[in-house]
């Protein structure tokens, strides 16, 4: 940073999550080192910002990446069914959103429509996003038990 605030200029991107945002049932850690992220860069933008140098953050959804891949068969069967229909972006799609954004000078980078909704649900309504997550994991609850009940009978 030294080097930037001596130029006057420049553009600090950091990588949050849609989980930085909302924090996700079996995420507990990834959500809450993600929140960090954020502050952080709230935090930072708010310092560097009178020095000239720009700072965004990244809140990608799950990119089609070797990691997610990996990362999914170790899922929680509650995250997996809030999931649901929740298909991956292509990370060449995500990167090509970044750079547009970072372009733009964009302080808030939301790669994706389906992400964009999220995200400005989650910051426009506050606490009231509690109810509606409260619901897709009791939901998800129930299909677990469901799940688990059918395979009991089936095994048996």
């Known amino acids: 940073m030294p080097d930037l605030i001596a130029r006057g200029s420049g553009h600090i991107v950091n990588f949050s999550s849609l989980a930085g945002v909302i924090g996700v ?3 507990t850690a990834y959500s809450g080192s993600k929140f960090a992220v ?7 933008r708010s310092e560097m910002k009178p020095k000239g140098i720009l700072v965004s953050v990244v809140y990608p959804p799950d990119t089609d990446t070797p990691q997610l ?13 809030i999931a649901g229909s929740d298909h991956p972006l292509p990370a060449d799609k995500v990167a090509a959103d970044v ?8 302080i808030n980078i939301i790669p994706g429509g ?8 989650a910051t426009r309504l506050g606490g009231g996003i509690f109810p509606i997550m409260d619901m897709l994991v009791r939901g998800a609850m129930k299909k677990k038990a469901a799940s688990e009940n059918h395979k009991k009978a089936t095994d048996e």
């Open 99 to 106: 750079i547009k954004a970072i372009r733009g000078d964009k």
């Open 25 to 27: 049932f079996g995420y």
């Open 38 to 44: 954020r502050g952080y860069s709230e935090a930072l």
């Open 69 to 81: 891949a990996w990362e999914d068969q170790f899922k929680p069967f509650e995250t997996r069914v």
């Open 114 to 121: 389906e992400a964009k909704l999220l995200f400005f649900a």
